[in-house]
């Protein structure tokens, strides 16, 4: 089934002409894997199920997708033993940059359009060439900008999310927000599923919220960002983000997923939003979470929001309530942080349960420059939300010195109460509220 138009090896692949996609297939033991190969490729580039008199070999070797490599799992070279049912397949298929265009939308729906329901098939990876990516700005912030705004240079920060996540008065919210802003967080998010509501809109909020980091850095002489969720409609974000930032907004979340990730890069790319954005997770599950299709985490939840700008990103963390492999969580960290061409660098935020007993473990995973995201352990903290928000800030503290936590507890008395309660984290297990365990 070999196509010299279709069908390339690594070297001949033009640089800078093809973003690669990485393919994970399985198929039963008597697949054609050339023959489903090319279908994959001409599904999402020139071709369709029959021959067509427009697609000539000169509009094939234009935009047809090249298929670049096809690997077995295990790598079978003489024989597929007796017995055998299914067998798995990596396949690397580069795509025409000129066939996509400046937007993520349609580089989606060409990498993973159609095929995405092809059956035992995943994205595993996308390889963006630097001259794509220049259509892109990515995070206007990234890891110094935040780290700028805040006056903190180096050490892990502290996000809590404001808890109960829905009911409360803004009024309610304000003073949630000052005892941990009280208590040293660095920043504080509304929660996803909190927007605007009867009882309480997102500029009272935002006007509420500002005065109580105000009064708390009067107190501390610690800036806390606040990051208002103005996720909507796709035609009032940019509305929303606009009349949050005149209120006093000093951050915006978007729950990106829901709303789509090329509204988040309008918001990212817009000069009059010129403030840190941060894209929360929810609906990602729905992306990755099977392990023979959909798109790997890292994608979901790392490269494509730092690609479209988010300042931060929220992910599970593998320590806490969530289900999620340290593996999937080193991936994702990376692909916030590593070099990505000119695009800055994104915070990876690792929540859901998080605990200070789990802070030593997230030390261990990423150092320096990602954030705690803790909710319930701030605000569901036996002595109070300051001193949840005050062990957290300990719990980091001596992961930087290289202290056990349960050594810093003996002088902080929060740190032990919270230690108490919730215990110290192991790698593996993940934390007392376990929603696969519930």
């Given at each position: 089934?070999?196509?010299?138009?279709?069908?390339?090896?690594?070297?001949?692949?033009?640089?800078?002409?093809?973003?690669?996609?990485?393919?994970?297939?399985?198929?039963?033991?008597?697949?054609?894997?050339?023959?489903?190969?090319?279908?994959l490729s001409e599904e999402q580039s020139s071709g369709t199920w029959v021959t067509l008199p427009g697609e000539s070999d000169e509009v094939r070797k234009r935009h047809v997708g090249r298929i670049v490599?096809?690997?077995?799992?295990?790598?079978?070279?003489?024989?597929?033993?007796?017995?055998?049912?299914?067998?798995?397949?990596?396949?690397?298929?580069?795509?025409?940059?000129?066939?996509?265009?400046?937007?993520?939308?349609?580089?989606?729906?060409?990498?993973?359009?159609?095929?995405?329901?092809?059956?035992?098939?995943?994205?595993?990876?996308?390889?963006f060439p630097e001259a794509y990516c220049k259509y892109f700005k990515g995070p206007?912030?990234?890891?110094?900008?935040?780290?700028?705004?805040?006056?903190?240079?180096?050490?892990?920060?502290?996000h809590a999310m404001i808890k109960p996540s829905i009911g409360l008065t803004p009024e309610q919210s304000a003073e949630a927000f000052y005892q941990a802003a009280l208590g040293g967080t660095d920043a504080v998010k509304d929660d996803e599923l909190v927007v605007s509501h009867p009882w309480s809109h997102f500029l009272e909020r935002v006007k509420l919220h500002t005065a109580a980091a105000r009064r708390a850095y009067e107190e501390t002489g610690e800036k806390?960002?606040?990051?208002?969720?103005?996720?909507?409609?796709?035609?009032?974000?940019?509305?929303?983000?606009?009349?949050?930032?005149?209120?006093?907004?000093?951050?915006?979340?978007?729950?990106y997923l829901v709303v789509g990730i090329s509204a988040l890069s309008i918001l990212a790319d817009d000069p009059d939003i010129n403030v840190p954005i941060l894209a929360h997770l929810d609906f990602s599950g729905t992306m990755y979470g099977a392990p023979w299709s959909g798109i790997?985490?890292?994608?979901?939840?790392g490269k494509l929001p730092r690609l479209a700008g988010a300042d931060i990103v929220v992910y599970p963390s593998p320590h806490g309530k969530f289900p999620l492999l340290q593996a999937k969580h080193?991936?994702?960290?990376?692909?916030?942080?590593?070099?990505?061409?000119?695009?800055?660098?994104?915070?990876?935020?690792?929540?859901?349960?998080?605990?200070?007993?789990?802070?030593?473990?997230?030390?261990?995973?990423?150092?320096?420059?990602?954030?705690?995201?803790?909710?319930?352990?701030?605000?569901?903290?036996?002595m109070g939300p300051a001193a949840g928000?005050?062990?957290?800030?300990?719990?980091?503290?001596?992961?930087?010195?290289g202290i056990p936590a349960e050594?810093?507890?003996?002088?902080?008395?929060?740190?032990?109460?919270?230690?108490?309660?919730?215990?110290?984290?192991?790698?593996?297990?993940?934390g007392g509220y376990d929603l696969m365990e519930a």
């Open positions: 089934m070999y196509d010299p138009i279709a069908f390339t090896i690594p070297e001949g692949l033009k640089d800078g002409d093809y973003i690669v996609a990485t393919y994970l297939y399985q198929t039963g033991a008597r697949a054609n894997i050339h023959k489903l190969a090319l279908a490599s096809i690997w077995e799992v295990p790598d079978y070279e003489v024989a597929v033993p007796e017995g055998v049912a299914e067998r798995s397949w990596v396949i690397q298929i580069g795509y025409p940059v000129h066939n996509v265009g400046p937007q993520i939308p349609l580089m989606l729906t060409t990498v993973h359009g159609n095929i995405s329901a092809a059956g035992r098939l995943k994205l595993l990876d996308l390889s206007k912030f990234g890891i110094a900008g935040v780290r700028e705004l805040l006056g903190v240079p180096e050490r892990p920060l502290l806390t960002l606040y990051f208002v969720n103005v996720t909507d409609r796709a035609d009032r974000l940019v509305e929303n983000a606009r009349r949050a930032i005149e209120a006093g907004a000093s951050a915006l979340m978007v729950n790997s985490s890292h994608l979901v939840l080193l991936r994702i960290a990376q692909s916030l942080t590593d070099d990505f061409y000119h695009i800055k660098r994104a915070w990876p935020m690792p929540g859901g349960g998080v605990h200070p007993g789990m802070v030593p473990l997230l030390y261990a995973d990423m150092h320096g420059d990602f954030m705690v995201g803790a909710g319930g352990a701030v605000h569901g903290h036996p928000a005050q062990a957290l800030r300990r719990a980091i503290d001596a992961a930087v010195a050594q810093m507890a003996e002088k902080h008395p929060e740190l032990k109460a919270a230690l108490k309660v919730w215990g110290v984290a192991k790698v593996g297990v993940r």
